[in-house]
């Protein structure tokens, strides 16, 4: 008899549901800024039940309603609970053999006390989860195979063990200032790493200078990414012309132009490496360009789904097999081209 694991329930379907949830908790909001990646990069983690993800959605996104009512809960993570000690009774039961269940019984006892004290204080689960799931792994193909089992689980059970016996210290559910957006059309806000820049602009004689100093490239027509220096925070919306912020000291958005921005990070940016002006008499004109190619701008296939194709993650999921392959050839089609546009 081949032991089956307690089923879960498709992280797709999942995330259809856990949409449903937040568009109705949190009907003024969009969905979009979620990170709703069923491949286990995001907070969604695609071996765990629906109810151990509600609260990985929760601990992620604090800031946002994800229960009902404070019942709904406590009755989410009962659940997850119950589901972990149905898994860990499957794998003690089926997937150990006999002789090993001794050692193994303590272990996986740990495993779920450890996994409730994680559920009563919000502290992710993720990793412990993951540990388990691959001794799980290890035994039935063990098992599948003939081999014994004792070997694996003398290595794994020290990394269960590691795991359970120092829970993380429970982060204080501050939560995140409350989710801005562009004062002019209401789309979301987000911080910038980056910010795109295009010539001509007119720079004066300490402003060529550190570009100079620092090695950034002239601008031309074409788009240059520039960074932005941690001392400095740009916010961008969400609109097909973006408009992009500073905040005043008391938390106001002051709208700025890419041009003024882009002088502000030379100046910000000379300052933190300490690069001090020349001597006002360096000519400002006729300096040989230090020619560096820009980064490529590539979007990711998610960003380029969103962006290009208007069309969220899920609903790519949804479509054939043939019509997924289209998809990501287009991408790749579109990725390729921007590269050579860039260097051409
Ligand atoms: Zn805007």
């Not at 659940?79 to 996986?108: C, H, N, S, T």
């Not at 911080?191 to 795109?196: E, N, S, Y």
């Not at 990414?225 to 941690?230: E, F, G, L, M």
């Not at 490496?273 to 300096?287: Q, Y």
Request: with cysteine; hydrophobic share 30%; aromatic share 8%.
């Amino acid at each position: 008899m081949s032991p089956s694991p307690p089923r879960v329930l498709p992280l797709v379907l999942q995330v259809e549901h856990l949409r449903r949830i937040f568009s109705k908790l949190n009907p003024d909001l969009d969905p979009q800024r979620i990170d709703w990646d069923i491949t286990g990069k995001g907070p969604l983690d695609p071996t765990a039940p629906y109810s151990e993800n509600h609260q990985n959605m929760e601990n992620a996104y604090p800031q946002y309603k994800w229960f009902e009512t404070s019942k709904d809960r406590a009755e989410t993570k009962e659940q997850a609970i119950e589901e972990y000690a149905d898994f860990l009774d499957y794998l003690l039961g089926l997937a150990v053999i006999p002789e090993a269940r001794e050692e193994m019984k303590p272990v996986l006892e740990k495993a779920l006390s450890d996994y409730k004290y994680r559920t009563e204080r919000d502290i992710e689960k993720t990793t412990l989860r993951k540990t388990v799931k691959k001794l799980e792994e290890q035994l039935l193909e063990a098992k599948r195979t003939g081999k014994t089992q004792t070997e694996i689980i003398k290595k794994e059970i020290p990394k269960i063990k590691k795991e359970t016996e120092r829970p993380k210290i429970p982060k204080p559910r501050l939560l995140p200032p409350p989710p801005e957006t562009c004062p002019i059309e209401g789309t979301h806000l987000s911080l910038l790493t980056r910010i795109p820049v295009k010539g001509p602009v007119r720079l004066t004689e300490e402003e060529e200078s550190f570009r100079q100093a620092m090695h950034l490239p002239t601008l031309t027509e074409e788009i240059t990414w520039i960074d932005v220096p941690p001392t400095l925070k740009v916010w961008v919306c969400e609109a097909p012309t973006p408009h992009y912020f500073e905040r005043s000291a008391d938390g106001r958005l002051i709208q700025r132009t890419q041009e003024y921005l882009y002088k502000k990070i030379l100046r910000e940016a000379a300052k933190l490496r300490k690069i001090t002006a020349p001597l006002p008499t360096l000519p400002s004109i006729g300096l040989p360009p230090t020619h560096r190619p820009t980064p490529p701008v590539v979007l990711s296939f998610q960003r380029w789904l969103r962006q290009i194709k208007n069309m969220y993650f899920t609903e790519y999921a949804k479509l054939s097999e043939e019509g997924r392959k289209n998809m990501r050839d287009e991408y790749e089609k579109w990725v390729s081209n921007n590269i050579r546009g860039l260097f051409k």
